[in-house]
T-cell receptor, first 113, second 115 residues
Framework: AQSVTQLDSHVSVSEGTPVLLRCNYS??????LFWYVQHPNKGLQLLLK??????LVKGINGFEAEFKKSETSFHLTKPSAHMSDAAEYFC???????????FGKGTKLSVKP | NAGVTQTPKFRILKIGQSMTLQCTQD?????MYWYRQDPGMGLKLIYY???????DKGEVPNGYNVSRSTTEDFPLRLELAAPSQTSVYFC??????????????FGPGTRLTVT
């Protein structure tokens, strides 16, 4: 069965410091993996996606994620946090045999000035 | 190009009332989805549709109904509202289905409170 675990429910960083949001997945198939961001009272926006091409995926707003099959991980990183990055981030796996995405519980990112 | 639109943005229902959440997409996507998001949780799939006239249950379908008469519209119906249905509801659409590279595009959400 497919599942997603986001290892931190809340991450707090200072502006200008690196961001690391951790995600592990479990999938019986070669997965498609996504990171979505949700700003307060807004819908979800796609940050980046992994689709079995390059293992290092670059997304919008300077974010990137690396697919590591041996570690079943898909961690999201950014070299330097900006105040506008404060939001909730969801790691998501696409389920091949069903019509849905499996969402992690989310990681809330706070950015301190 | 409006993407995925949802109405209403907010709604308060009394227990036992009924309502329909509207969802429309203008991207000619075949697949459409309804999710609910409870506090501190990720999204859970209620229903989805792979095309006009075809719908199927997701993870949490009880208490809801859907229809898909056109490619553009995918309304979600709550027949007898219960407090457990207090949540934020998101509609989404995608060009293709799961296991593919086609990401889902989300609407802004409907915040529903049942009292």
């Amino acid at each position: 069965a497919q599942s997603v675990t986001q290892l931190d429910s809340h991450v707090s960083v200072s502006e200008g410091t690196p961001v690391l949001l951790r995600c592990n997945y479990s999938s019986s198939y070669s997965p498609s993996l996504f990171w979505y961001v949700q700003h307060p009272n807004k819908g979800l926006q796609l940050l980046l996606k992994y689709t079995s091409a390059a293992t290092l995926v670059k997304g919008i707003n300077g974010f990137e994620a690396e697919f590591k099959k041996s570690e079943t991980s898909f961690h999201l990183t950014k070299p330097s946090a900006h105040m506008s990055d404060a939001a909730e981030y969801f790691c998501v796996v696409s389920v091949r045999s069903q019509g849905n995405l499996i969402f992690g519980k989310g990681t809330k990112l706070s950015v301190k000035p | 190009n409006a993407g995925v639109t949802q109405t209403p943005k907010f709604r308060i229902l009394k227990i036992g009332q009924s309502m329909t959440l509207q969802c429309t997409q203008d991207m000619n996507h075949n697949y459409m989805y309804w999710y609910r998001q409870d506090p501190g949780m990720g999204l859970k799939l209620i229903y989805y549709s792979v095309g006009a006239g075809i719908t199927d249950k997701g993870e949490v379908p009880n208490g809801y109904n859907v229809s898909r008469s056109t490619t553009e519209d995918f309304p979600l119906r709550l027949e007898l509202a219960a407090p457990s249905q207090t949540s934020v509801y998101f509609c989404a659409s995608s060009y293709s289905g799961t296991g593919s590279a086609y990401e889902q595009y989300f609407g802004p959400g409907t915040r529903l409170t049942v009292t």
